[in-house]
Each structure stands twice: as structure tokens, then as C-alpha cells.
């Protein structure tokens, strides 16, 4: 499950209203390379500050205090509340932002003052200096542009890095110039931020230009500037970083000449918490490393930042359920902590810029399931001691079946050169004179290859297990036919001048708690067991469902969902195990994660009750995000459970991919849930604002839960006819809504939400109706 939030979201183009905060840094200036940067913020001897991080909220999912006293009325509190805005802190972050690093040091602040960091989401920019002024929070870390007329209502502090103003449109717009003809063109900016006013300027230099001022989310206007909804907005540079991580058809059209400054904000009248603060940025430089270093662990120490290149993929990098995770990501983040550095991951777009990275000083550590070969030490690399060990195989088609070696004669292996297993092939062409090759591109995931191979346009790869296996998790088209006798390590890789980083990654690797650490990961990611569970086909004796019918029922009718429902739900997440614990951390009945469960208000999620209250609560809160948005009432359920079990974001993913494809974007089963399948493929994910998804998953679970739901009202209502009941007014509803009874009745307005009164007039003049009428 993800994170609830709070947030404004574009209904065509929808960011998460808050999905936890995965990464951090300042701003990355450099659009020349392909380079793509994030900065994990472990913050050494300290827990680590990754996405599901203790302390973030929406700012209406708490409760909050009123405060706007100076420094000493902030300590009576024992807290720092950090205000920012949702926009720059929504999507997989594949290039550093400025704004996380601000939050970053808002927090660093915090601790040295002996308070506890307190990050509040706010729903839009606008409300920012409002709720600091009301005392509803302490401080803004959000890239705030000081400017004369905030002057008069805040304060601010010196200032923390320098901007400009650019106005973007898409790629293929025309260059612009102050000759330029714009009649008829709409230039849309986010109210309550300098650029409105840039945007009146700029329009009064270009006549017949329109400035809509709106209170969308200045990262989603950029989003619909890509998808020519707007022909022009206006972000400064920092954000602008973030937007072209994800589209690659945005450009700057005009950068505005004034340079501007930015700084954090506090309410007037607050001198000791200023003084303070101004001690703190100036000790600390709040602008991205981004010199050049090759040098080893004693330089790395003293710049205090671990840079580790890897790529956004299944076993080394991706977003889940609000989470950034990977087998190689958790391995780094400890390895960082146990050095006291924090974590810089820098996510590269192809294999071959690993070595380049590193070789230009770019990188100290590439992680990405690597495999020693002699061609990368001859390029000047060292590989640490193995992180595990994968068998290599032949990858075909599920219907093809090679039985040995021989059987490769005539048969074609496509792989990139740049690929461990490129050599193999060279040892297995010599034994197999008949074997073909031909070179798949350098750009190509392995994933990608293996997509060509079901779609018949390649025959077969080399591959190791455990690849294989994370696909075949989701797909089915693809076996993994025979071991061709390699087993091959995965190691990090360093620069081979670096023997003191390589000493500290060994000890690492070598310790107890490291190679107990390695078991774990390596059984979470690879090798987790997909237990069976036997559908429930009859009610016991009592008739129930379950042995939690009761609890549900209650809390459903509180927040108005079909309890049945949320019955089969249960079942899907828990199997009715109230002690149940996922892989990523989700607790109880409903497996709800541990800051979820903050921030609806409740602890112990192994307890029941907790646990189907939690549930409901996040349940009430998803449900309301697809309010409003044109989509059906029991489409917006299908939504809501896809939601629970992916993240919103990846499902606000899918509906915008499911339009590029031309589907409907608010239909779920045969539209949106297609195209989240495809968010496990590169080519859409790559594009796609949360990154990479396991798209397999929800899709299957809406479908389970849905199907198991039918079963379910089928099942209480033979139940209830056998006792001699009369046939509930919900089920009947329920029946005649999913299809079991084929009659025409418009649905409540929310499916599995009953009115009574208003349902039961429906029922009755259905009912009631004549022949012919």
C-alpha cells in the first residue's frame, strides 16, 4: 500500500497527491549528457531517510498545533514543521532536485536544534505562506524566489542558490523571439508564484497571447505543455530538472535574462529562529556536488556523499506501493550508512554508461547485477567480492525446448556486446559452429530482449536465473530452457585505483550481519515463495465469510462500502492473518504500512480492529481522489483498489499511458488495466512519472477481488434464502449492479456505498413497474 496525501491533481494528467518522498538533492544544471541523478538522503547514524520516512504528512492527515512564536515557542513544541509544496516531491525522482535537498537540511537544522523534523505537504503553492503566517507550520524548504511583495509578510532567510525564470513549450514549437507573433496562443501559469507575474510581462511584449492563471500544480502544467493541452508555461530551472527526467518532448523555449535568489521563509518577528537559521546555510552549501572525482575512499569521506550508478529496474531500482526498492538500492543504502556518507543513486539510461561514468569521475560505484568479465577490468574496473551467485541459461519461447548444447546449431542468440554473456557465446560458438549471433542494440534492457523473443521477433538470449525468474513472476511466454554451465557472481564495480573503497565494500560484504542482510534481500527479491490460497467456497457453520465478518461490518457501514467487498480484499492482502507481514513491510488484515497507518490515525496494525480501520480509512481517502474526474462509480472502485495495492501514482501512470495508446483512461478492465501491464516494459516506463511498475500485480489483484467479491454476495445470498430470509435490499442491488440479476437499474452513485432510503425508492419502483411500462 501507499502513502495517503493530500494535493490538487490534474484529472487528465494526475501526479499522486503525495506520494512519500523517495530522493533528494540539489539541482542538476547539466542538460548536455543523458546523465540522470538522485540523491537518496541517508542521513548517516541515523535511520535512513528513504520513502516510507517517519515525520512526512499532509498537512490536513495530521494534528496540528498553532505556533507563531520565535524559536523558543517552536522548542516548547519538540518539533521543526517544514512546509512545502507537494509538485516537485511527486514522481520517481530520476534527476536530483533542489527541493529535496532544502528538506534535507530543514531537517539537519532541526536535529541540531534539538527538535524533531516534521515535513508537511500543503495541497498547492499558494497556501504556503498562508499556513506559516496562521502558525500552522515553521518553516518553508521549497525553492521559495524572494521577491519585494513577500518581503512585506514573511522573512526570509539568506539566500540558499541562485535561478532563472524559463518559459517551455513543447519540442517542436518554433523558437521564440521578442518578434515572435503568439496571437492565439496559451501561456498557463500556477497562481500564487512569481511566474504569474512573469507570465503578464511576458504577454504584454507578445499581444494576443493568453495567461491563464490556475491553481494546477506548475509540474503538472509542464505535463500538459508535453501533451500541447497549453502551448506555453513558466517554471524555474529546478523543477523544469525534475519534469525532463520523464518527457523528453519539452523544451526551453526563452530563458528570462534576471537572475533569481531563493531562500527558506519564516514569519516575521522571529529573530533567534532566523539567526539560527542563517548559521545553518551558511555552514552548509546548498548547491549539488557536481565536480568531477576519481578519487578513493579517504576523498569520498570528506566530500560525504557516496555516488552509486545503477538503472531504474526490478532488481536494482524502482518505486513500489509509494517505496523506492531493489536489491541493490537496500545493499547501497546500508553500505553508505555503515561509511556515515549519504547516498547519491544516479540512474543511467544504458549498460555502456557505467564504465564511462566512472572512468569520468562521475560515479564511485556501479551496482546493477553486474558480472565480473575481463573486458571491464581491461577497461580499468575492479569488482568487489559477489553480492550472490546466478546460474546462465538459454531464454526462448514457451513453446520452444532445447535439451542440449547441440540443439543451438542453426539457431540465432541475440545479445548486446556490451553484455557479460557476450563472451560466452564466443566459448559456445566454438563447441557449436552452427550457433548464429546477432547484436541487440546497446539501449536494450534484457527485459526488452526478452519482450522481442514472445514476440517472435528474435528466437533466444543468454540469461541468469534470477532475471528470468523476476520475469516470469508476471509473464508466462518465456522459459528458461538450458543451463549452459556458467554460474557467475554479481559484484558492485569500482575504479581499479580505488583498492581502499574495494577494501571497505569487501569488509562490508564479509560481515555477519551483511551476509545475513544478502540472504533476506536475495529471498525478498529473487526467490520469494508465491504461496497458494484456497478460495473460500461455502460459509461456515455461522454463516459467515470470515472470522472478522463482524469488525468489517462495522466499519464499513462507517465509511459506506459494501463490507463483502472489503471481505475479499482482505482475503487478497492477508489471507485472514491478522499477524501478516509483506516483503515491503505492510502489517496486518489489511496490510497496511506503518506511516499509512500514522497518518489515518492508527497504531498496532496486527491488531484486527486497528488494522480493518486503517484499512477503510485509506480505502475512503483513495476512493475520493477519482472524484470528479468522469469516471464511472464502479470504475472509480476498481481504481481505488488498483490504488491500494500499486500506489496511486503508478496508477495515474497507467491512465495517461492507457490515452496515449487511445483506450479509455477512465475504464479500468480492458483499458487502464492493460496498460499498467506495460509499465513493466522499458519503453513505457522510462517515460512514465513514478518509473517502473509491477504491472502483473495489479491487474491481478482488482480481478481476484472482484471475481472473489461475486463469489462472496452469491454465497450470503443462497445462505439467506436457505434460512428462509428474505433476500437483502443490498444484495439485491448488488446483484442487479455486477450482473448477476440481468435488469436495468441505475447504480447508487457510489457501488457498494448504500442510501438506503434513496436505494430502497429505486428497488420499489423497479419493482412496482407494469408490463409495457
Do not use: C
Not at 569521475?361 to 550472490?388: E, Y
Not at 516470469?472 to 585505483?497: A, E, N, P, Q, Y
Not at 469488525?551 to 492482502?573: C, G, H, N, P
Request: charged share 30%; proline share 5%; net charge neutral.
Amino acid at each position: 500500500m501507499q502513502q495517503p496525501a493530500s494535493g490538487q491533481t490534474n484529472p487528465k494528467k494526475g501526479q499522486a497527491d503525495n506520494p512519500p518522498k523517495e530522493t533528494g538533492d540539489a539541482q542538476n544544471r547539466d542538460f548536455e549528457t543523458q546523465d540522470i541523478n538522485i540523491t537518496l538522503l541517508t542521513d548517516p547514524g541515523s535511520s535512513s531517510l528513504t520513502p516510507e520516512l517517519a515525520g512526512e504528512f499532509p498537512i490536513d492527515k495530521i494534528e496540528n498545533y498553532t505556533e507563531t512564536g520565535d524559536l523558543d515557542a517552536i522548542q516548547r513544541h519538540g518539533k521543526l514543521r517544514i512546509l512545502v509544496d507537494i509538485g516537485t516531491i511527486a514522481s520517481l525522482h530520476r534527476a536530483a532536485t533542489r527541493q529535496d535537498l532544502e528538506i534535507d537540511q530543514a531537517r539537519r537544522l532541526a536535529e541540531r536544534l534539538g527538535l524533531e523534523p516534521v515535513v508537511l505537504y500543503v495541497n498547492n503553492f499558494a497556501q504556503l505562506i498562508d499556513y506559516l503566517n496562521e502558525g500552522k507550520g515553521d518553516i518553508i524548504a521549497n525553492d521559495l524566489v524572494i521577491t519585494d511583495e513577500r518581503k512585506k509578510i514573511i522573512d526570509f532567510s539568506i539566500p540558499v542558490a541562485n535561478t532563472h525564470l524559463v518559459l517551455v513549450s513543447h519540442k517542436d514549437a518554433p523558437d521564440i523571439d521578442k518578434n515572435t507573433d503568439l496571437k492565439g496562443k496559451v501561456l498557463a501559469v500556477t497562481r500564487g508564484t512569481v511566474y504569474e507575474a512573469r507570465a503578464h510581462s511576458f504577454a504584454k511584449q507578445h499581444p494576443g497571447l493568453e495567461v491563464k492563471v490556475v491553481d494546477t500544480n506548475y509540474v503538472d502544467l509542464a505535463v500538459e505543455v508535453s501533451q500541447k493541452d497549453f502551448d506555453f508555461t513558466i517554471l524555474d530551472d529546478a523543477p523544469l530538472s525534475q519534469v525532463m527526467q520523464f518527457l523528453s518532448d519539452l523544451k526551453k523555449n526563452v530563458i528570462f535574462p534576471e537572475e533569481r535568489q531563493i531562500a527558506w521563509a519564516i514569519r516575521k518577528n522571529s529573530p533567534l529562529f532566523m539567526q539560527a537559521i542563517n548559521e545553518k546555510i551558511r555552514h552548509i552549501k546548498l548547491t549539488r556536488t557536481t565536480q568531477r572525482s576519481t578519487g578513493d575512499l579517504e576523498e569520498i569521506k570528506k566530500r560525504g556523499i557516496l555516488r552509486a550508478v545503477t538503472r531504474n529496474n526490478p532488481g536494482s531500482y524502482f518505486m513500489w506501493k509509494g517505496r523506492v526498492l531493489g536489491y541493490e538500492f537496500e545493499l547501497l543504502e546500508d553500505f553508505a550508512k555503515s561509511q556515515k556518507l549519504r547516498l547519491e543513486v544516479i540512474v543511467t539510461p544504458d549498460h555502456a554508461s557505467f564504465i564511462q561514468m566512472l572512468q569520468d569521475g562521475k560515479a564511485d560505484i556501479a551496482a546493477n547485477l553486474l558480472a565480473p568479465t575481463q573486458r571491464r577490468k581491461d577497461q580499468g574496473m575492479a569488482f568487489s567480492d559477489a553480492t550472490h551467485s546466478v546460474k546462465v541459461g538459454v531464454v526462448s519461447r514457451k513453446e520452444d525446448d532445447i535439451k542440449n548444447l547441440q540443439d543451438l546449431s542453426g539457431r540465432t542468440i541475440h545479445l548486446r556486446k556490451g553484455s557479460s554473456h557476450f563472451d560466452l557465446f564466443q566459448r559456445i560458438q566454438k563447441r557449436v559452429p552452427g550457433v548464429k549471433l546477432e547484436q541487440a542494440p546497446e539501449t536494450m534492457d534484457i527485459q526488452e530482449i526478452f519482450d522481442q523473443i514472445a514476440e517472435k521477433n528474435y528466437n533466444h538470449t543468454f540469461s541468469d536465473d534470477i532475471t528470468v525468474n523476476m520475469e516470469r513472476g508476471w509473464r508466462d511466454d518465456i522459459r528458461f530452457d538450458l543451463d549452459l554451465d556458467d554460474d557467475h557472481d554479481h559484484s558492485w564495480m569500482v575504479r581499479k585505483d580505488n583498492p581502499e573503497l574495494l577494501k571497505a565494500i569487501n569488509t562490508f560484504m564479509a560481515s555477519s550481519k551483511t551476509v545475513k542482510r544478502r540472504k533476506q534481500l536475495y529471498t525478498r527479491y529473487f526467490n520469494s515463495p508465491k504461496p497458494t490460497r484456497p478460495e473460500i467456497t461455502k460459509l461456515t457453520a455461522k454463516g459467515e465469510i470470515s472470522p472478522f465478518d463482524g469488525l468489517v461490518q462495522k466499519y464499513s457501514q462507517e465509511y459506506a462500502f459494501d463490507w463483502r467487498l472489503i471481505v475479499a480484499q482482505m482475503f487478497q492482502e492477508s489471507s485472514f492473518n491478522p499477524k501478516a507481514k509483506s516483503w515491503v513491510g505492510a502489517r496486518g488484515l489489511m496490510q497496511v504500512m506503518p506511516d499509512t497507518g500514522k497518518q489515518v490515525g492508527e497504531k498496532n496494525l496486527f491488531n484486527p480492529e486497528n488494522s480493518v480501520r486503517a484499512g477503510i480509512k485509506y480505502l475512503e481517502w483513495l476512493y475520493r481522489k477519482f472524484e470528479d474526474k468522469g469516471i464511472s462509480p464502479e470504475n472509480m472502485m476498481w481504481f481505488t483498489l488498483a490504488s491500494y495495492n500499486a500506489g496511486l501514482g503508478h496508477v495515474y501512470d497507467a491512465q495517461d499511458l492507457a490515452e496515449d495508446k487511445g483506450w479509455d483512461r477512465n475504464v479500468w478492465f480492458g483499458n487502464v488495466e492493460n496498460a499498467m501491464l506495460l509499465l513493466s516494459e522499458k519503453k513505457y516506463y522510462r517515460k512514465a512519472r513514478y518509473g517502473y511498475a509491477r504491472g502483473k500485480e495489479p491487474y491481478d489483484y482488482v480481478r481476484k477481488i472482484e471475481s472473489r467479491y461475486r463469489t462472496y454476495v452469491a454465497l450470503l445470498d443462497a445462505h439467506q434464502r436457505k434460512q428462509g430470509n428474505d433476500v437483502t435490499l443490498a444484495s439485491v442491488l448488488t446483484l442487479l449492479f455486477i450482473g448477476i440479476i440481468p435488469r436495468p437499474l441505475t447504480p447508487p452513485a457510489r457501488p457498494w456505498r448504500f442510501q438506503e432510503n434513496a436505494a430502497r425508492r429505486k428497488i420499489l419502483r423497479l419493482l412496482s413497474r407494469k408490463p409495457g411500462d
